[in-house]
């Protein structure tokens, strides 16, 4: 009787560990500019030692020097160089901080586009 009790025991404790939820991580990759690329204070500030992967890159787009002191990138037809990094899920946080992002349809300094 004591082996059926133990086998019910274990049984019991992997329902109860196959239930907990794993959160998934996954790597996204995102086009930087400016500050953000490798070597620059900005990047050694939010990405070094996060990225996973780099590589030179350029987007469509128009870039402007904004009177507070940093550069924004809007829609247009110029070729602007870049990077693209790949990071983890978890690690766009000091982006969202340093850029002023709170979340879709908040005031936001900028914008994530796809």
């Known amino acids: 009787m004591k082996s ?3 086998k019910i025991l274990l049984i019991f404790h ?5 239930a907990v ?6 790597n ?18 939010c990405l070094k ?13 128009k870039l402007y020097h904004l009177p507070a002191g940093y550069p924004a990138m809007i829609d247009g037809d110029d ?3 870049g990077e ?6 978890e690690d766009i946080k000091f982006l969202d ?3 002023g992002y709170y979340g879709e349809n908040k005031h936001n300094v900028y914008d994530r586009f796809i």
Do not use: H, Q, W
């Open 28 to 45: 996204m990759n995102i086009f930087v500019y400016g500050t953000l690329m490798e070597g620059f204070g900005n990047y050694n500030k």
């Open 4 to 6: 059926e009790k133990n």
């Open 14 to 18: 992997f329902i109860i560990y196959s």
């Open 84 to 89: 693209i990094v790949e990071i983890n899920d």
């Open 21 to 26: 939820a794993i959160p998934v991580k996954y």
């Open 79 to 81: 070729v602007v160089k």
């Open 49 to 61: 030692g996060r990225v996973l992967y780099r590589t030179d890159g350029e987007a469509k787009g």
């Open 97 to 99: 901080e340093l850029e």
